[in-house]
């Protein structure tokens, strides 16, 4: 964990040594990646949508930049932080039903930001259209 001191970030690394490096370094040293995950319980019949709904809530408790479709949910955000919803998720559908499916997919882009609606735009741009969303 960085620790903030006269905009310097204090950061233990080998050997017991102490790196203090310009807050404004850390901070573009952050990374977002874009993950899409879907939860399935297995069992429970053709409708998911409660358990959608579940997962929902957890996802918009997380204050993470988010969009759902039809076969999963995308979400933006630091790799702990995306994984920590999609752990949370999982838990909950395991709640409610004994044998759940998660599946996972990262896009992990170094120096990328905003890649949630920058993807789209950018394909939006070569066909000349906004698509239907």
Do not use: W
């Amino acid at each position: 964990m960085a620790l903030e001191f006269e905009g310097l970030s204090k950061r233990p690394v080998s050997g017991g040594a102490i790196l203090a490096v310009p807050m404004d370094t850390i901070e573009q040293r952050v990374m977002l990646v874009l993950l899409e995950f879907s939860v399935v319980p297995v069992g429970k019949g053709e409708s998911v949508s409660q358990y959608v709904a579940e997962c929902l809530k957890i996802v918009e408790s997380s204050r993470l930049r988010y969009k759902i479709n039809p076969m999963g949910t995308v979400l933006e955000g630091e790799y702990d932080e995306v994984m920590n919803v999609v752990k949370a998720c999982h838990s909950r559908v395991l709640e409610l039903c004994p044998r759940v499916v998660t599946t996972v997919r990262i896009d992990d882009r170094r120096g990328a930001s905003g890649a949630i609606d920058r993807k789209v735009e950018s394909v939006e741009g070569l066909l000349g259209k906004k698509l239907d969303k």
